[in-house]
């Protein structure tokens, strides 16, 4: 049997891919969860394969492709972004991406532009929600910022991250507080791309 290198193993999907070339405008997503998908799937930080997270309690569906933007890591200065939070979450920054034809299958890699995204606070934690469209997609592809996207579909993005949580007699843990267009999205990845290399340490 052939001696095995390094590069020949599967990379991590937060630590070993890229945020892409062009990021913060245009970043590679790594997909968790599709619109299909009625369990909460995570990547597990120790090994890098997708973990059941949990059964989703409600009916409610993610309305668009959901996953991270490699290298990057909620730390001070995303949290820096959002002033009534405390610090940020501690994961790799979340992405929802629009896509016109149906994706069905997570544990992907896509190029997705940014251009914007939904502020959330979990507790007391700075927990954004970039808003990305497929790169190269037929319909969404003309979209620079969010305004350029029917608001209904940040509505119904809005009341997914505001309810999936949710458990029925105790108080909502999680709020939206506001969207916002493409220049502070670019902000928050640079950020977060910022805090993964504080964190981790920057590529060589």
């Known amino acids: 049997m052939a001696d095995l290198t390094f590069s020949q193993w599967r990379p991590h999907p937060w630590h070993g891919l890229s945020a892409g070339a062009d990021a913060p405008k245009v970043v590679n997503a790594y997909i968790e969860i599709t619109p299909f998908d009625l369990i909460k799937y995570e990547v597990d930080k120790a090994t890098g394969y997708l973990r059941v997270d949990r059964p989703q309690r409600t009916s409610s569906q993610p309305p668009a492709l959901y996953g991270f933007i490699p290298r990057t890591y909620c730390g001070p200065r995303v949290a820096a972004l959002t002033p009534v ?12 991406v629009l896509s016109e034809r149906p994706i069905n299958k997570s544990e992907i890699i896509l190029s997705a532009r940014v251009i914007g995204g939904l502020q959330l606070v979990d507790r007391d934690e700075a927990d954004d ?56 999205a670019h902000a928050v990845v640079q950020a977060a791309m910022e805090d993964y290399d504080e964190s981790f340490g920057a590529r060589a």
């Open 129 to 184: 929600k970039i808003i990305a469209v497929l790169q190269g997609d037929y319909v969404w592809g003309e979209a620079y910022d969010l305004s350029d996207v029917p608001a209904v579909l940040v509505e119904r993005l809005e009341h997914y991250f505001s309810t999936y949580k949710l458990v029925p007699g105790e108080p909502a843990r999680i709020r939206v507080s506001g969207s916002y267009g493409a220049s502070h």
């Open 85 to 96: 939070t405390k610090k940020g979450d501690g994961d790799p920054l979340d992405i929802c």
